[in-house]
C-alpha cells in the first residue's frame, strides 16, 4: 500500500464548477500536510499547506481529517487555468524531513 | 520568495555516459536538499538527502555508487548520474528547505534526462 494514496482522475469540470480532491495517508507520523499544483512537464509549486483547522486561500479550500487520516482540496468556480494535477504530500516528524507525494490527481477544466 | 534553479533544464546523452545536474539555492541558505525522480505519470520519489557537509542519505533501492551527490556549500548540491542507461530517463527534481526556516520546501524547476 502506497503511503499517500490519491484518485489519479482524470476529472473533467466543466468551467464554474465545483470540484474535490480527497487523499488519504497511512503514516500516522505524519505531521504537516500541503497541496501542490504540477503542470505538464514542469515542477511541483506549493498551493497551499493543510492545517487541522481547514483554510481557505481564495477559491481553495483544504481540510484535514487526522483521525481519519485524509486530506482534502476544495476548488469552487473552477477556471480554465485550474487544469493541472494536484499532489498531496505530507512531512513526517520524525527522521528525514522529505516529502512523501501522492501519485496526484488530473484535473481538466473544460469550456 | 525563496528561489532554487537547477541547471541543465534539459540533456540527452548516449548510454554509458555520466550527468551532472546542479541545484543551486539563489537567495537563501540551504543546509538540506532534497533529491526526487519523477517517471511519467507517477509521483515524484525521494532518492536521496543532500546534508551540506556531510554524506547524503539515500533511500532504499537507490545506488548510492550511481547516483553521486555533493552538497559542498550552503547553496549548492549536485547530482551525478554515472554509466546512464535509458531506464535512468527520467525527471529530477531538486528542494531546498531554508536552513532554520519553517516546513516549506522550495523546488527546483527540474531536469529532464533522456538516456539514448
Known amino acids: 500500500r502506497k503511503e499517500v494514496e490519491q484518485d489519479p482522475g482524470p476529472f473533467n469540470v466543466p468551467e464554474g464548477a465545483t470540484v474535490a480532491f480527497n487523499c488519504t495517508y497511512s503514516?500516522?507520523?505524519?505531521?504537516?500536510f500541503f497541496w501542490y499544483r504540477q503542470d505538464c512537464r514542469k515542477e511541483p509549486k506549493l498551493l497551499m499547506s493543510?492545517?487541522?483547522s481547514g483554510n481557505e486561500d481564495g477559491r481553495f479550500t483544504a481540510q484535514l481529517n487526522r483521525a481519519s487520516q485524509y486530506i482534502s482540496l476544495l476548488i469552487r468556480d473552477s477556471k480554465l487555468s485550474d487544469s493541472a494535477t494536484y499532489l498531496c504530500?505530507?512531512?513526517?516528524?520524525?527522521?528525514?524531513?522529505?516529502?512523501?507525494f501522492g501519485s496526484g490527481t488530473r484535473l481538466q477544466v473544460q469550456p | 520568495g525563496a528561489v532554487v534553479s537547477q541547471h541543465p533544464s534539459w540533456v540527452i546523452c548516449k548510454s554509458g555516459t555520466s550527468v551532472k545536474i546542479e541545484c543551486r539555492s539563489l537567495?537563501?541558505?540551504?543546509?538540506?536538499m532534497f533529491w526526487y525522480r519523477q517517471f511519467p505519470k507517477q509521483s515524484l520519489m525521494l532518492m536521496a538527502t543532500?546534508?551540506?557537509?556531510?554524506?547524503?542519505?539515500?533511500e532504499q533501492g537507490v545506488e548510492k555508487d550511481k547516483f553521486l551527490i555533493n552538497h559542498a556549500s550552503l547553496t549548492l548540491s549536485t547530482l551525478t548520474v554515472t554509466s546512464a542507461h535509458p531506464e535512468d530517463s527520467s525527471f529530477y527534481i531538486c528542494?531546498?528547505?531554508?536552513?532554520?526556516?519553517?516546513?516549506?520546501?522550495?523546488f527546483g524547476p527540474g531536469t529532464r534526462l533522456t538516456v539514448l
Open positions: 543532500s546534508n551540506e557537509g556531510s554524506k547524503a542519505t539515500y
Open positions: 493543510v492545517y487541522s
Open positions: 503514516n500516522s507520523a505524519s505531521q504537516s
Open positions: 528542494s531546498a528547505e531554508i536552513a532554520g526556516g519553517p516546513d516549506t520546501q522550495y
Open positions: 537567495d537563501f541558505q540551504a543546509t538540506t
Open positions: 504530500a505530507t512531512l513526517k516528524n520524525t527522521g528525514r524531513r522529505a516529502l512523501t
